[in-house]
Structures are given as C-alpha cells and as structure tokens.
C-alpha cells in the first residue's frame, strides 16, 4: 500500500468524488483506509463516559484504497505514487506527475 497516514489524497470513484482530505488511520491488510470528511456514517451511540451526551454521532467511514489518488503537493493535481532508489540504499516515494520526492 503506497498511502500513509497524514497523506492528502483525492476521492477518484463513489459518492464522495472529487472530495479531499488527510488520510486518518490505514488498513493495509484490508487495502482500507480512513479520510478526513469523507464517507461520513451516522452512529446511534448510548451515553457513555467518552461520549456523556449520547444520541447520533457522525464519523468517518473506512473506503478502498484504490478509489483515492494522492495529491501531488507541487502541482495540486492527482498523481500515481513511484518507488526511487537512493544513493543511501533506502527507498523513498516519487510523484509520478512532477518526478519529485514525496515527503515521508
């Protein structure tokens, strides 16, 4: 899976395309993943110590993986994620749209 945590990446397919956001919590072994403001559920949650009021609580829905692309922070558009071998043997992630190095 070649999204982080922390990532800004862009809904391409589903209901909330076109929507971007950070990307919360990953899932690799379910190739799922959480954004910020995306696939909103609504929760019917019984009053609670963490929760003392109670009653329906919106949150973030996991979605695929695959139905969101990562903003390239150069140009702002959607970009494909590429693996570039450094000098120092470790791999870092490259923007298949600018060619630039993605910060880790």
Request: glycine residues 10%; aromatic residues 0%; charged residues 35%.
């Amino acid at each position: 899976m070649r999204i982080k945590k922390n990532d800004l990446v862009r809904v391409m397919t589903g209901n909330d395309r076109g929507k971007e956001g950070k990307v919360l919590k990953v899932f690799p072994e379910k190739n799922r993943i959480i954004v910020e403001k995306v696939n909103l559920i609504k929760r019917h949650t019984r009053a609670s110590r963490d929760v003392p009021q109670g009653g329906i609580i919106e949150k973030e829905g996991p979605i695929n993986a695959s139905n969101v692309m990562l903003v390239c922070p150069n140009t702002g558009k959607p970009t494909r994620i590429g693996k570039d071998i450094l000098s120092d043997g470790s791999r870092a992630r490259v923007s298949k749209k600018s060619g630039e190095m993605l910060n880790d």
